[in-house]
């Protein structure tokens, strides 16, 4: 595991978090402030102004039932049992899930008070005090940037799949390395659809160029989509392709093919890193051509099986579609870069 931003803050945040409540506020035991304070570090600005909000609501209806119920029901477990239920319960209902874990310690926090409510209070505060040293350290320190982390991590996403690409069909990989590479492949996409959800996500709570916006985020979902085709293509190359009966005719034109496919796909993302000039005529055309031209050559070979057939015609079929959406990508990223000119 790599070590992050998120984890310096994190630990920045409890520090900073324990030194102002010891020295500053002196609350005889901070360790529930620190706890808080675990808690708010979030991947993104605009979660950490709606954990902060969430927080401070869930917590002061937390408070105030803990509080009351601490009154007439002291620390009997059964009654803190029944309020962290009806807290739970009342979160769900207002769909304020993530709040909850927090929510609980404070009532439990504030119901070990049994009605004191000056100690609640400060129990309370302390909670308080975790949720906004850490939010504040979150925007202002090492600000979370979910663009551009997206954008450095969709080349590192290419770089796995472009080398198991190249040697998925002339099988000069190791079998062991071609298995851990393609599980690293798989969880890398999955790691990128989920900084995608929080682009889209931080795009959406922000105000002004709507349009701007939204062209952002189609160009970096079918960056996602041309990934994932081309992960579909190694998926057909393993089910299919090595299953079939043929001669050294097909390797050699799919192994060629995908190698025009993986070089395509980087001249798009150099493209889009404003690395490159532009083609006349445009590089996705001749692509469209070239890989319909392949689809028709390969559907029309002939193979002793039927099976055989139709195993090629699904391997070939997986690479035109992930030539079409590197074609796409490309014609969006040049709108892109003319939408960024006009701007």
């Not at 979030?42 to 969430?54: D, K, M, V």
């Not at 931080?202 to 709507?210: T, W």
């Not at 970096?220 to 990934?227: C, P």
């Not at 992960?231 to 050699?252: C, G, K």
């Amino acid at each position: 595991m790599a070590f992050g931003a998120r984890m310096l803050k994190t630990g920045l945040a409890v520090t900073l978090t324990l030194y102002f409540n010891s020295f500053f506020l002196h609350f005889p035991s901070p360790v529930i402030s620190a706890v808080a304070a675990m808690f708010a570090i979030q991947p993104t600005i605009y979660r950490s102004w709606r954990h902060f909000l969430e927080q401070l609501q869930a917590n002061t209806l937390g408070a105030v039932l803990a509080m009351l119920a601490g009154m007439y029901f002291s620390k009997d477990p059964f009654a803190i049992g029944l309020i962290c239920i009806i807290v739970i319960m009342i979160c769900l209902k207002l769909k304020m899930q993530d709040s909850i874990g927090l929510t609980l310690v404070t009532v439990i926090a504030v119901m070990e008070a049994s009605g004191q409510w000056e100690f609640a209070l400060s129990r309370f505060a302390q909670i308080l005090v975790g949720i906004g040293t850490a939010s504040l350290i979150n925007i202002f320190f090492l600000p979370p940037r979910p663009r551009e982390q997206f954008v450095a991590q969709i080349q590192s996403v290419f770089t796995k799949l472009s080398l198991l690409l190249r040697t998925a069909i002339s099988n000069e990989i190791k079998e062991n390395i071609f298995r851990d590479e393609k599980k690293a492949l798989e969880d890398s996409l999955k790691s990128l659809a989920d900084k995608f959800k929080l682009v889209e996500e931080e795009y959406k709570s922000l105000r002004g160029n709507h349009f701007g916006k939204i062209r952002d985020l189609v160009v970096y979902q079918q960056m996602l989509v041309a990934l994932r085709k081309g992960a579909d293509v190694l998926d057909a190359v393993e089910e299919h392709y090595f299953q079939t009966d043929r001669d050294s005719r097909p390797d050699s034109e799919f192994d060629r093919h995908l190698e025009t496919l993986c070089k395509f796909h980087e001249h798009v993302l150099l493209k889009f890193d404003e690395k490159l000039k532009e083609t006349d005529p445009p590089e996705a055309e001749l692509m469209e051509a070239k890989s319909a031209r392949f689809l028709r050559d390969m559907m029309g070979s002939v193979h002793t099986r039927e099976e055989d057939e139709l195993r090629i015609s699904i391997v070939a079929s997986s690479m035109f579609e992930y030539s079409y959406h590197i074609a796409r990508l490309d014609k969006l990223v040049e709108q892109y870069h003319r939408g960024e000119e006009k701007k």
